[in-house]
C-alpha cells in the first residue's frame, strides 16, 4: 500500500541516469569485484582505498552512494559514516557498510553509526545487486522529494531566505577575496598557487584524521593558506635573499609571524579569528623552542600545531633558492629526526596520512593558481 502511494505521488524515474557511487576497500581484490558488479548494473563509481580519500572525494564526486568496508587503515567504514550523517550536506547519501565483521555487536554499531544497508563479506553477488537497487531506487524517491520542496521554495521564496542566499554570496566573495590577497603575498615571496592549496588540502586531512569537527576542519582548511601573510611586511632584501641570513636578518624574517598576526586581529569571522591564530604560531613547536612566544606543549592552539608540520612537509618538498625539492620518503624522515617539535598526535597523524600527503602534492605539484 505504502509503495503504491509513493507511486502515485513521484512520476516514474528514467533508466538511462547512471548513479554515481565511491567504493572504499583497501583490499584490491573486492574493489575489483565491487565495481565490476556496479559496471554490470549500469552505473559510474569512483574506487578509493582508504576513509579519508573517501570523504575528500565525496565533495568533488557528488556520489549516490557510498560502498564502504569496515576495516581500513586510518578511518574505519564506521567513522566514515558517521562523519557523513553528522554533516548536513552530506547526511542524505545512503551508505552500505560490507564487513567481514560477522557479530551482531558489529552489525549493531553500523546501525547506529547511519549506515543504510550491511553486507557481509564474502559478497553474494545477487544479494549485492538487490541492496544496491533498493537502496538506489530509495535515494531517488528521496531526491525528488527534495528537488519538490526546492521548487516550492521557489514558488513561495521568502525574505529570509533571499537574505541567506545573499549571505552565501558574500560568504563565498569574501573567502576568494582572502585568497586571491593570500596569493599576492605568496607570488612576493616567489610562491605558487600549488603551495596554498596543498597547505589547505593536507591541513584539512590532519584535521579530519584528528577526529576535529567538521566546523574546525572548514576553518583551518580556509584559514591554514593565511600562515605566511606576515611577510608581505618583510622587506624583499630579507625575503628575497638566496643565502643564509644573518642573525639580525633571521630575526626580521620571523617577525612575519606577529605581522601577519596583526594584519588578521579583532575580525568576527571564525575562520579569521583561525587564521590569526595559526599566523601567530604554526612556527611555536611542542618542546617550546619555536618563535615568537616560545610556546610549549598545549599553549598552542591545535590549528598552530597542524599548520607547523604541514608547512615543514611542503617546504621540504619544495624546491627552494638554497635547497633542492626532496622527494617524499626524504622529507618524512628529516620530519622523523624533528619529531621532537611537534605534538606526538599529531606527528603519528602525520605518519598514518603520509602517502596521502605524498599523494596530495603529486596532484599539485604544477598547479600555478588556487
Not at 514558488?155 to 552565501?168: C, D, R
Request: proline residues 4%; aromatic residues 8%; contains cysteine.
Amino acid at each position: 500500500m505504502e509503495e503504491k502511494i509513493i507511486q502515485l505521488l513521484v512520476p516514474p524515474f528514467g533508466h538511462d541516469k547512471k548513479a554515481r557511487i565511491i567504493v572504499a576497500d583497501d583490499d584490491k581484490f573486492y574493489r575489483s569485484i565491487i565495481t565490476d558488479l556496479i559496471t554490470e548494473l549500469g552505473h559510474e563509481s569512483l574506487a578509493v582505498d582508504n576513509g579519508l580519500e573517501a570523504l575528500e572525494k565525496v565533495r568533488s564526486y557528488h556520489p549516490d552512494l557510498l560502498i564502504v568496508d569496515v576495516v581500513m587503515p586510518g578511518m574505519d567504514g564506521f567513522q566514515i559514516t558517521k562523519r557523513l550523517k553528522e554533516d548536513p550536506s552530506t547526511m542524505h547519501i545512503p551508505v552500505l557498510i560490507v564487513t567481514s565483521l560477522s557479530d551482531r555487536g558489529s552489525k549493531v554499531k553500523g546501525l547506529d553509526h547511519g549506515a543504510d544497508e550491511l553486507l557481509s563479506k564474502p559478497i553474494d553477488e545477487a544479494e549485492f545487486r538487490v541492496r544496491v537497487k533498493n537502496i538506489l531506487k530509495v535515494k531517488k524517491y528521496e531526491d525528488y522529494l527534495i528537488d519538490h520542496g526546492k521548487m516550492l521554495e521557489g514558488e513561495v521564496i521568502s525574505k529570509s531566505a533571499q537574505l541567506e542566499k545573499a549571505f552565501e554570496k558574500i560568504r563565498y566573495g569574501y573567502i576568494e577575496t582572502v585568497y586571491r590577497l593570500t596569493l599576492a603575498a605568496e607570488y612576493r615571496d616567489k610562491e605558487t598557487g600549488g603551495h596554498i592549496k596543498r597547505i589547505s588540502l593536507y591541513s584539512q586531512l590532519m584535521a579530519r584524521h584528528l577526529g576535529l569537527s567538521e566546523q574546525m576542519v572548514e576553518a583551518i582548511f580556509f584559514a591554514s593558506p593565511m600562515h605566511d601573510v606576515g611577510k608581505i611586511g618583510i622587506p624583499d632584501s630579507i625575503l628575497l635573499k638566496e643565502g643564509e641570513h644573518t642573525k639580525e636578518e633571521s630575526e626580521i624574517m620571523r617577525t612575519h609571524t606577529i605581522i601577519g598576526a596583526d594584519i588578521l586581529r579583532n575580525s568576527d569571522s571564525e575562520i579569521l579569528n583561525t587564521a590569526q591564530e595559526i599566523a601567530l604560531t604554526h612556527h611555536e613547536t611542542w618542546n617550546g623552542e619555536g618563535y615568537p612566544k616560545g610556546l610549549k606543549g598545549e599553549e598552542i592552539p591545535i590549528s598552530g600545531r597542524i599548520v607547523n608540520i604541514v608547512d615543514i612537509y611542503d617546504a621540504l618538498r619544495s624546491k627552494r633558492p638554497y635547497k633542492p625539492s626532496f622527494e617524499h620518503k626524504k622529507a618524512c624522515l628529516i620530519i622523523e629526526g624533528l619529531k621532537n617539535r611537534f605534538d606526538p598526535a599529531i606527528y603519528r597523524s602525520f605518519i598514518a596520512c603520509s602517502e596521502e600527503f605524498r599523494r596530495l602534492f603529486d596532484e599539485h605539484r604544477d598547479e600555478q593558481r588556487f
